[in-house]
């Protein structure tokens, strides 16, 4: 008797899904940490400060089924410098592309103006006629309780047109997977567009700039809010000590702290440069461990001013 292929209709996935998805919402809705959530790993640096996440992170969702490439947008936010509105522009850009949108409201306050600004810019694609699914996510749901969480849905509902309405908490885990199972139903089918165990494609040097900024900033946020920011000049081998003579191989990275004012710069640097050596080893050893190798880390403070608002400044600093 020939053998029968084993009946796998069961366990067969149905048709396989992926795309690119946006996760916007205004600064501190928790957009970071649901990244985190979804891909159930730390892809993304968080802070409990607004407008600290100023580069499009992702992180990749792998299921049998489905993959979903996360976009995590820097804080949407009304355009009060320049810099908001090059940030705009890349939002804007940025949700153009992607197969879904994920829109954060926190549950833990009132719908606003900075919520209703986003409503709108959300509005705008869908007149444009991209036709981009939307899903308001309620963040943060662990921190109300059921009436307020209620009230807020309403809220929710009443600010826009939208696919689905679902509330999560990432830190609690509560609907992560529900709102994956969503997110999966409106990405279109396709092929998975990112190998597995692949969890971010951030390049090293924004990860770097990333842990120096999250350093220099602990502890003097209030002074220095939107003032500082970071450009990895180079990140190169030390000559002669690439790992083949036995030693552990030394990288040399080079960075740029941009301040806008003389009294900024002496409080990253600190009396006798005593808070920069600080910011160093604290960043040193974040970077050792993303990069896997010893690092010379050289730090270097410097003065731009009102880079917020001068375009040519904005552009030599990467925005
Ligand atoms: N209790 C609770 N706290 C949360 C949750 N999600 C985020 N937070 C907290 O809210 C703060 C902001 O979260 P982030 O994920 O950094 O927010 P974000 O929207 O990425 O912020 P920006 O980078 O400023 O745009 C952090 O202190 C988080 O720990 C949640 O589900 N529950």
Not at 61 to 78: I, K, S, W
Not at 163 to 186: K, M, N, Y
């Amino acid at each position: 008797m020939t053998p029968q292929p084993a009946d796998r209709t069961a366990e067969q996935p149905a048709e396989h899904r992926s795309g690119f998805v946006c996760i916007v919402g205004r600064p501190n809705a928790g957009k970071s940490t649901l990244t985190n959530a979804l891909v159930g790993e730390k892809v993304a640096i968080t802070s409990g400060r607004p407008q600290t996440t100023r580069h499009v992170i992702r992180g990749v969702v792998h299921r049998p089924d489905a993959q979903l490439v996360l976009v995590d947008t820097p804080g949407l936010h009304r355009p009060r410098t320049l810099l908001g509105e090059r940030l705009n522009d890349l939002v804007m850009a940025t949700l153009g592309e992607v197969d879904a949108v994920v829109f954060c409201l926190p549950a833990d306050q009132r719908v606003g103006p900075g919520d209703r600004f986003i409503a709108e810019s959300l509005a705008q694609l869908r007149r444009g006629g991209a036709g981009t699914p939307v899903v308001a996510v309620a963040t943060k749901a662990d921190l109300v309780g059921r009436e307020r969480l209620a009230e807020h849905l309403v809220a929710i509902d009443q600010l826009g047109e939208w696919d689905e309405i679902v509330p999560v908490s990432a830190v609690d885990g509560f609907q992560v997977d529900t709102l994956v199972d969503v997110l999966v139903r409106h990405v279109p089918p396709g092929p998975a567009l990112y190998p597995a165990g692949e969890l971010t494609d951030e390049p090293e040097a924004v990860m770097v700039a990333e842990l120096v900024r999250e350093a220099a900033l602990e502890g003097v946020r209030d002074e220095l809010p939107h003032s500082l920011a970071v450009v990895v000049e180079e990140i190169v081998p030390r000559e002669g000590r690439d790992g083949s003579d036995g030693r552990a191989p030394l990288l040399d990275v080079r960075v740029n702290l941009f301040v806008e004012r003389d009294s900024q710069k002496g409080i990253v640097i600190g009396r006798g440069g005593s808070r920069l050596r600080e910011v160093g080893t604290t960043a040193r050893r974040g970077i050792e461990a993303l990069l896997g190798s010893k690092v010379n880390l050289d730090l270097h403070v410097k003065v731009a001013r009102d880079w917020q608002r001068d375009p040519k400044q904005l552009g030599r600093l990467g925005f």
